[in-house]
């Protein structure tokens, strides 16, 4: 069965006090605002509306967690980047981010949502300065592969992977692939990317248990 299908929603928050306890393994999803990051994790669990998917960018204003039939969760953080919100907002947004992605101990690794047709923008990698130091994994989705002819897209994945390395504290930390939630193309890389995290985080549990 998909690792991701059946994933069933759990709870909002605001604020980053309001969180559960950290509960099984927890996998983010974070973009910039209209990447594609709803519509992505709509297709990944073959759900038309678990994700709010808005034409309007900057809608996620909450994270929204999604709990997987394995007991993992999926962590729709919010969109970033939208410039047209109160300067307030904005910062809780931001504060909100940084403080799931620097102190949430489950948090296991990092789904990053790009638009292909403009990938690593500041604020992308802005996420990654925040992130990668963790030494945690970290795969990038360029979202909107359709969007490009097959060439283009080839040279995009190409460029993407060839700039990434700068943020990698360990090799094979950060992995990169296309990705089109109109073709449903995509998904079986994106399942075997983050399975490939599940089974040292199990371990990982256990140990703590015996300890």
């Known amino acids: ?38 519509s992505a994790i709509n297709t990944l669990v073959g759900h038309t509306r678990l994700a709010f998917v808005s034409k309007t960018p900057g809608r996620t204003q909450l994270i929204n967690i999604f709990r997987m039939n394995n007991g993992a969760a999926l962590v729709d953080l919010p969109g970033y980047g939208y410039a047209q919100v109160p300067e307030a907002v904005r910062k ?17 690794g990092l789904i990053l949502i790009m638009d292909s047709r403009h990938p690593l ?25 359709d ?23 360990r090799p094979g930390q950060i992995s990169v692939q296309l990705f089109s939630s109109l073709k449903k193309a995509g998904i079986e890389e994106a399942e075997s990317a983050v399975e490939g995290w599940m089974a040292p985080a199990a371990e990982s549990a256990v140990a703590d248990t015996e300890e």
């Open 1 to 38: 069965m998909s690792l991701f299908r059946h994933a069933r929603f759990e709870i909002s928050i605001a604020r980053p006090q309001d969180l559960p306890p950290p509960d099984g393994a927890e996998i983010a999803f974070a973009g910039r605002s209209n990447a594609g990051k709803s």
């Open 92 to 108: 809780q947004w931001v504060r909100l981010l940084e403080n799931y992605l620097t102190r949430r101990t489950n948090l296991i």
């Open 121 to 145: 923008t500041p604020l992308d990698q802005q996420m990654l300065d925040w992130f990668a130091p963790s030494g945690r994994p970290i795969h990038v989705m360029l979202t909107k592969s």
């Open 147 to 169: 969007k490009l002819t097959r060439s283009a897209s080839a040279q995009t994945l190409t460029l993407v992977k060839n700039r990434l390395p700068k943020w990698q504290v």
